[in-house]
């Protein structure tokens, strides 16, 4: 789980090194963590096969969808004020 928060983090640092309209660490930067992050916890839910407790499996997923979410209105955001 670290390890997809670092590369997450990874990610957001090359969108800020390499994108001209994206500056600072910023919605773009969020954006790449939240996805990373949820894309890594809903193949760990889905691939282990040491499976959580079904409370537990359950919270996690409704974190992989409120991650989404959240990572959705960014982009609607960012497209939004590329457009303004």
């Known amino acids: 789980i ?3 928060l670092l590369v997450g983090i990874g990610n957001a640092l090359l969108i800020e ?4 309209r994206i500056r ?3 919605l773009g930067g969020a954006m790449s ?3 990373t992050f949820s894309v890594v916890l809903a193949v760990w839910l889905i691939g282990s096969p040491a499976a959580p407790p079904v409370r537990g499996a359950v919270l996690l997923w ?3 969808l409120v991650l989404v ?3 959705g209105f ?3 955001s960012i497209a939004r004020s590329k457009s303004a």
Do not use: W
């Open 2 to 4: 670290l390890g997809a």
């Open 17 to 20: 090194r390499f994108s001209t």
């Open 24 to 26: 600072g660490f910023g």
């Open 33 to 35: 963590i939240n996805l």
């Open 62 to 64: 409704v974190l992989v």
């Open 69 to 71: 979410g959240i990572s």
């Open 74 to 76: 960014e982009v609607f």
